[in-house]
């Protein structure tokens, strides 16, 4: 156990550290959008850097100035970089890199690109980490709310020595200060990649099992997602166990609920799911999986699983049922391109969990 982890809250910012300080957000996505309009409401002066298209026009009629990129960065003395982790290499190696000057500081919200040294910075830059626990659009629900939000925060680089105020103040103008826990930018890497390919992963199968076993069982699927998913109980008790803790908001249960979970959550110890999750900790950690999401198989390999996703059981289940609950269905995805000349392809032809995801599509 780490000894005295150091955590940050909304007293140890200080927003008129960075008041006069000019601020570029380059990306106007999920992120970019939230945490410009926030840091905007909290009195900071921000223009956004973005490429001629739908992203600027909104950031347009939001009432930001918005230039190309490479100008935004060079008129600014504080940059967020909120474009995604794998395009923001080649950004960042052409256009960024080569114009950054003595004492600007540079804004990361994820630790992968440096946590991995995928991402070099010259020694005269600041180089933080603000990531928000939050999607983009709570992140801006959250400040609005006053309620703020989690972040993980780290400095890499402090070329100026004042690092650390900087992104206690920035992290403050965010909304960020609810918690701020102090970590370097691998972990934070490793953490958020964990949490999105072992928990999410083992939930998500967990669900859709269970799902399996009751239907089977001749449960009908109206009956079966809205227990499972539509009505939202679970989303509600994973909430209380935020609010009031994991084991203590099973007293908002009934005692049969609490008895039978309890008695009958013993069966599920042992699975051998802990190793498989050891497993993907040391792939990440290691560097394995950064090292693969670089390569040009992955990039044809997510290309292939997000077809096959569309193609699962799961998907016409929940469309059947959504029609009898007069539920908004969705378009289904279009994919333009040849899977099948992709799934033969060299990089792929061979891969058992591709071939093994298709014989378990729907086609
Ligand atoms: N999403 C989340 O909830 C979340 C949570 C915590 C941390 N983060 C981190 O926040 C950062 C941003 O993630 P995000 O989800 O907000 O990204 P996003 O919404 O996918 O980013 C979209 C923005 O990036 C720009 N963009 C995309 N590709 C580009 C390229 N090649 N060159 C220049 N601009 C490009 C887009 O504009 P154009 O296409 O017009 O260029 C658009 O403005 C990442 O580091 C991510 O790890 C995200």
């Given at each position: 156990?780490?000894?005295?982890t150091?955590v940050?809250?909304?007293?140890?910012?200080?927003?008129?550290?960075?008041?006069?300080q000019s601020?570029?957000?380059i990306?106007?996505?999920n992120?970019?959008?939230?945490?410009a309009?926030?840091l905007?409401?909290s009195g900071?002066?921000?223009?956004?850097g973005?490429r001629d298209d739908?992203?600027k026009?909104?950031a347009?009629s939001?009432?930001?100035?918005?230039?190309?990129?490479?100008?935004?960065?060079?008129?600014?003395?504080?940059?967020?970089l909120l474009?995604?982790?794998?395009?923001?290499?080649?950004?960042f190696?052409?256009?960024?890199a080569?114009?950054?000057?003595?004492?600007?500081t540079?804004v990361?919200?994820?630790?992968?690109n440096?946590?991995?040294?995928?991402?070099?910075?010259t020694?005269?830059?600041?180089?933080?980490?603000?990531?928000?626990r939050?999607i983009?659009?709570g992140v801006?629900?959250?400040?609005?709310?006053?309620?703020?939000?989690?972040s993980?925060?780290?400095?890499h680089?402090?070329?100026t020595?004042?690092?650390?105020?900087?992104l206690?103040?920035?992290?403050?103008?965010?909304?960020?200060?609810?918690?701020?826990?102090?970590?370097n930018?691998?972990d934070?890497?490793v953490?958020?990649?964990?949490?999105?390919?072992a928990?999410?992963?083992?939930?998500?199968?967990v669900l859709?099992?269970?799902?399996?076993v009751?239907?089977?069982n001749?449960?009908p699927?109206e009956?079966?997602?809205?227990?499972?998913?539509?009505?939202?109980?679970?989303?509600?008790t994973?909430r209380?166990?935020?609010?009031?803790?994991l084991?203590?908001?099973t007293?908002?249960h009934?005692?049969t609920?609490?008895?039978?979970a309890?008695?009958?959550?013993?069966r599920?110890?042992?699975?051998?799911?802990?190793?498989?999750?050891?497993?993907?900790?040391?792939?990440?950690?290691?560097?394995?999986?950064?090292?693969?999401w670089?390569g040009?198989?992955a990039k044809?390999k997510f290309?292939?699983?997000r077809y096959?996703?569309?193609?699962?059981?799961?998907?016409?289940?929940?469309?059947?049922?959504?029609?009898s609950?007069r539920?908004?269905?969705?378009?289904?995805?279009?994919?333009?391109e040849d899977?099948?000349a992709?799934?033969?392809s060299?990089?792929?032809?061979?891969d058992?969990?591709?071939?093994?995801?298709?014989?378990?599509?729907?086609?």
């Amino acid at each position: 156990m780490p000894t005295t982890t150091r955590v940050s809250f909304e007293e140890d910012g200080d927003i008129e550290y960075v008041k006069h300080q000019s601020i570029a957000v380059i990306g106007y996505g999920n992120q970019g959008r939230a945490q410009a309009l926030n840091l905007r409401d909290s009195g900071l002066s921000v223009i956004i850097g973005n490429r001629d298209d739908k992203f600027k026009a909104r950031a347009i009629s939001d009432g930001f100035a918005v230039l190309e990129p490479q100008d935004a960065v060079q008129k600014a003395d504080i940059v967020f970089l909120l474009i995604p982790d794998e395009a923001l290499l080649k950004l960042f190696n052409t256009t960024i890199a080569p114009i950054l000057r003595f004492g600007q500081t540079l804004v990361f919200a994820s630790g992968y690109n440096i946590g991995f040294g995928l991402l070099q910075v010259t020694a005269g830059t600041d180089v933080i980490m603000i990531a928000p626990r939050m999607i983009g659009a709570g992140v801006r629900e959250r400040y609005l709310t006053g309620e703020g939000f989690y972040s993980f925060v780290g400095v890499h680089q402090d070329a100026t020595g004042h690092a650390s105020e900087t992104l206690l103040a920035l992290t403050k103008a965010l909304g960020g200060l609810r918690a701020a826990v102090w970590m370097n930018l691998k972990d934070e890497a490793v953490l958020d990649l964990f949490n999105e390919q072992a928990f999410g992963p083992a939930f998500g199968r967990v669900l859709l099992d269970a799902i399996d076993v009751l239907i089977a069982n001749g449960m009908p699927p109206e009956a079966v997602l809205i227990e499972m998913i539509l009505s939202e109980e679970m989303a509600t008790t994973y909430r209380k166990m935020a609010q009031i803790g994991l084991i203590r908001q099973t007293q908002l249960h009934s005692h049969t609920s609490q008895y039978g979970a309890m008695s009958r959550g013993m069966r599920y110890i042992g699975l051998g799911i802990k190793s498989k999750m050891q497993t993907t900790f040391e792939e990440i950690a290691g560097g394995q999986f950064a090292r693969e999401w670089q390569g040009k198989t992955a990039k044809l390999k997510f290309r292939v699983i997000r077809y096959f996703a569309t193609r699962q059981k799961i998907n016409r289940i929940e469309r059947q049922v959504r029609q009898s609950l007069r539920l908004k269905i969705w378009e289904e995805d279009v994919f333009p391109e040849d899977i099948e000349a992709l799934l033969q392809s060299p990089e792929l032809k061979d891969d058992e969990e591709l071939h093994r995801l298709k014989e378990m599509s729907e086609l």
